[in-house]
């Protein structure tokens, strides 16, 4: 199992930046996918969740309306779209595979900057 | 929102001695499976978070036995019989019962 993350970076508020997870070594479209963040010096904080076939989705309340997340199984990529960036966003962004109601597989984290 | 409390901040601990982790929820987190829905991860210094337990007492593939998850409803323990340096690290719990899932504020284990 293999998950690498990219697309993170240095944004401006109100700005926007689009993460991209590339999975590898299992079936993607049988597993649900999460983005999990990590503010600087902080713990980790679930941010959105994706079922398998997409038809499902959940956020925090932090990011709803800023943030979609969605996936392409043919492409075995899951993505986070972030919209509206706030200061309070910048954290290193992490996917995980979803299995037994634990992540049970991580990727190496995005690390998102948003300053002016 | 399922506040998960865990205790202590902060565990030094000398190699080859056992150790303990507190983990409490607001809410039980048994399901109607019988399983409770809670994990444990540990983040060694620069690295990602890799999970330990799941279902409370289940080891993840390639955990050492010396890592144990007990409890059940809101109180949940993580043991290690032996520590070793490489176990260094923050530890953290996680519901996975009820959105939001949460997570604990982290445990940092270091070496006296």
């Known amino acids: 199992v293999q998950l690498v993350e990219s697309g993170g970076g240095l944004v401006q508020p109100g700005g926007s930046l689009r993460l991209s997870c590339a999975a590898s070594?299992?079936?993607?479209?049988?597993?649900?996918m999460a983005w999990v963040r990590q503010a600087p010096g902080k713990g980790l904080e679930w941010v959105a969740s994706?079922?398998?076939?997409?038809?499902?989705?959940y956020y925090v309340d932090s990011v709803k309306g800023r943030f979609t997340g969605s996936r392409d199984n043919a492409k075995n990529s899951l993505y986070l779209q972030m919209n509206s960036l706030r200061a309070e966003d910048t954290a290193m962004y992490f996917c995980?595979?979803?299995?037994?109601?634990?992540?049970?597989?991580w990727g190496q984290g995005a690390q998102v900057t948003v300053s002016s | 929102d399922i506040v998960m409390t865990q205790s202590p901040l902060s565990l030094p601990v000398t190699p080859g001695e056992p150790a303990s982790i507190s983990c409490r929820s607001s809410?039980?987190?048994?399901?109607?499976?019988?399983?409770?829905?809670l994990s444990w991860y540990l983040q060694k210094p620069g690295q990602s978070p890799q999970l330990l337990i799941y279902?409370?007492?289940s080891r993840a593939s390639g955990v050492p036995d010396r890592f144990s998850g007990s409890g059940s409803g809101t109180d949940f323990t993580l043991k290690i019989s032996r520590v070793e340096t490489e176990d260094v690290g923050v530890y953290y719990c996680?519901?996975?019962?009820?959105?939001?899932?949460?997570f604990g504020g982290g445990t940092k284990v270091e070496i006296k």
């Open positions: 279902f409370a007492s």
């Open positions: 070594g299992f079936t993607f479209s049988n597993y649900w």
């Open positions: 809410q039980s987190l048994l399901h109607s499976s019988g399983n409770n829905f």
């Open positions: 994706v079922k398998g076939d997409g038809s499902e989705k």
């Open positions: 996680m519901q996975a019962l009820q959105g939001p899932l949460t």
């Open positions: 995980a595979r979803g299995e037994v109601a634990a992540y049970d597989s």
